[in-house]
């Protein structure tokens, strides 16, 4: 519908007087249009800032038909589809842009994980005791290595390099070019989370095998792939938008849309199963670091934890199960420590003694509370694998601050246990984790 050559034509419209003259003959439009060719060919060799620059003298901008252009500084345009084309397109040429769509999801994946890597890359953002997001690379939040995305992208870092290179020293790729990009693309990252464009795509391609009732997982199919893609995209979206967004909703705006386009989706596939868990187990971690009143960050995590469990019980590998418990547990572990600091008061609404209620009134139980989870989370890790580790370390950590405010450290292999924590979390470069042990370990021994 629009032509590859769009923007030299678009120039042309806008600033070329052949349109104008009456005078020209036969001859004269002959050589314009040799020219013009020549100049395209000349527009495509030149390099990307030079035809920006060009862009920018000659253009103004403005509505022109089917697209729009914007001046988002000084040397750069943007062009957008008008309004009524992006509406077309979805009700009559679905099908025929399927590739594009698909095309794109993978651009701003690629995209979102390279601006997630290049905060924490200068220590701009540090992974949380309950972290729960694409920050995170150990645990469930690993990229699933059967995944084809990964697999083709991001495993040996070949294609990955929208922002990897080296960009130190006097050209750094900071933070203000981190926020110039996401505000570039905000509007590409929210479109990317829409259950009618995942839809389309995996309805062009076909057929779904079916064994004993059960989908089975085929890869290498455009099904495949796109459940593979949504699995990375749909998470790391609402990731960098709590990094980088100015607005504090947006990040839990978008991670409840993600769920609601899954629900619509309806797709049995663990793979979506243990991405809806992800998001609320993101959702969960959000409302545990919001400053807000107590009674209601206590309704929220606990409605988010509910919802991970409900959904364990349609997951098939025993494996992911146990994880689950322990993310679980674990981030209620953190809430309760968080919430019952010195001088914290809460205050009771209700006469029925909750759960909630009683660790946040009674020190004792809040203490014996925290401890008790704290160890069923190392239950639950027992038998997982070495990527579990870091989350090993987080148990570690915690109790060791828990018994060091209650004043209760009396096992000498505490103070053992925290310091080796600070070794891998050195390892694994999580600055804000190796500080806090630094700090426990320091206070236990100054016991």
Known sequence: MIPVNWVAILKELLTSKQGKDKDHDDDDDEDANDSDDEEEKKDMQESPSVADARDIEVLKPGNYFWTVITKASHDILYYQPAQFVNKYIDKKLKPEVVQLELRKLQYI???????????????????????????????????????????????????????????????????????????????????????????????????????????????????????????????????????????????????????TMLQSLDIKDDRILLLKAKLHLFLASLYLYEKNEADLSINTVNSELEDVEAIQEHIQDDKIHIALSHYVAFTRANFYHRYKKPGYTHKRHHSQHSLEDTILTHSKSEYDQVLKLLRECEVFLKDLDHSYDIERCKIALLTAHVLWKYGQVNDPTIADKVRDTIGVFNVYKLQRLEVKATYIYAQIRLL
């Open 109 to 259: 994946t690629l995209l979102s994980i390279s601006l997630i890597r290049r905060l924490k890359r200068i220590h701009l953002y540090h992974e949380k005791m309950s972290e729960n997001s694409s920050v995170s690379l150990h645990g469930i939040w690993m990229f699933n290595s059967a995944n084809t995305f990964y697999c083709k992208y991001i495993k040996n870092n070949r294609k990955y390099t929208y922002i990897e290179s080296q960009k130190e020293g006097s050209n750094p790729f900071d933070l203000p070019d981190i926020k110039k990009v996401f505000e570039f693309h905000e509007s590409n990252f929210l479109s990317c989370i829409d259950a009618e464009s995942i839809q389309t795509i995996i309805q062009t391609d076909g057929k779904s095998l079916f064994i004993s009732n059960e989908i089975i997982r085929y890869i290498g199919t455009l099904y495949g792939e796109t459940i593979d893609l949504i699995e990375i995209c749909w998470i790391a979206i609402p990731t960098l938008f709590k990094l980088i967004s100015t607005r504090e909703s947006g990040a839990r705006d978008l991670a409840l849309r993600a769920l």
